[in-house]
């Protein structure tokens, strides 16, 4: 593996321990621009994967600000929204519920009315249908919250903490806005499940607005670090909707792709094998399918002390 000398030392967001470097990203095209797909760094103390280098977050503003954020088409079943409201329903029927990224709040919609429902968007489009659907929408990012507004009982992020590049300081965040008995939801893809650790740096998931990536290891390291918060439940499920012959399909199809790779790694010449091109390039042309009916994504409830 070829990694340029400046960034061969990379400590982790989280826990700021020194990470290992895996490699470069087979990045996917999405809503930004990024120059690279950068390298993928894990750490072995906290349990975090991350993508660096990465844009700042003055650039990355500058890239969303161009996006059509109605090109964001929302899906037609959201089996995490139904899941995390069957469980809410269990941990609290009503109060002040915040949804961190919440775009036109379909989310905080299912709720029932017993809630008092605010949240927090980038997007323009999204912030509006918000407001139309009573949401009280309190800014662009968690910091973006006034004291004064400071307690909720829920609080929610669903597909948001890939999006950070410090899920800790967020976390932080959510722990300071919650009262005693408070509920936290996130959720997220899983760099520990199965499929991921066999793609590694080629993963479905690498989006170029995605920096981050955690764990059910994640939550429960950052839950005995840091006090206040426990770690309720952890279900993994998929982030989209299929039948069996389908979630076997997909199965199928990503099996076959890692052992065609394996096969071409074995015979391939030597001078084929590096990052740095020659006919590894033309392997970069291919990526491993997707594995989102595989529940390779999960949900973590919280609650703090
Ligand atoms: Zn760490």
């Not at 650790?197 to 993963?203: A, P």
Request: hydrophobic share 40%; proline share 5%.
């Amino acid at each position: 593996m070829i990694v340029s000398p400046e960034v061969n030392i990379q400590s982790c967001p989280a826990c700021e321990r020194i990470a290992k470097c895996y490699g470069p990203i087979l990045g996917r095209p999405g809503v930004i621009d990024l120059a690279s797909d950068g390298l993928l760094w894990g750490c072995g103390t906290c349990g975090l994967f991350f993508r660096s280098p990465y844009p700042t977050e003055a650039e990355l503003d500058r890239q969303y600000a161009k996006v059509d954020t109605k090109l964001w088409a929302e899906e037609a079943t959201r089996p995490d929204f139904d899941l995390a409201e069957r469980k809410l329903a269990e941990l609290c029927a009503d109060g002040h519920v915040l949804d961190v990224g919440c775009y036109s709040g379909r989310f905080l919609g299912k709720l029932p009315p017993t809630f008092a429902k605010y949240g927090i968007e980038k997007s323009v489009h999204g912030r509006r249908e918000s407001e139309e659907k009573g949401i009280r929408i309190l800014g662009a990012r968690i910091q973006d919250i006034p004291p004064a507004e400071a307690q909720f009982d829920v609080i929610t992020a669903f597909d948001v903490l890939e999006h950070i590049r410090n899920p800790a300081d967020f976390m932080r965040q959510v722990a300071r806005l919650l009262p005693g008995g408070g509920v936290f939801v996130g959720s997220t893809g899983n760099c520990d499940h199965w499929a991921w650790r066999m793609s590694r740096q080629d993963h479905w998931y690498y989006f170029p607005d995605h920096v981050s990536f955690l764990s059910p290891r994640w939550f429960q390291w950052f839950c005995g670090f840091e006090e206040g918060l426990e770690v309720l439940e952890v279900v993994r499920f998929s982030r989209c909707a299929g039948g069996r012959g389908m979630r076997l399909r997909q199965a199928v199809r990503f099996l076959r792709y890692h052992g065609s790779q394996a096969f071409h790694r074995a015979f391939r010449t030597a001078s084929a094998g590096s990052f740095a091109g020659g006919a590894g390039s033309a392997e970069r042309a291919t990526r491993a399918p997707a594995t989102n009916l595989l529940r390779d994504h999960f949900m973590v409830f919280l609650r703090k002390s």
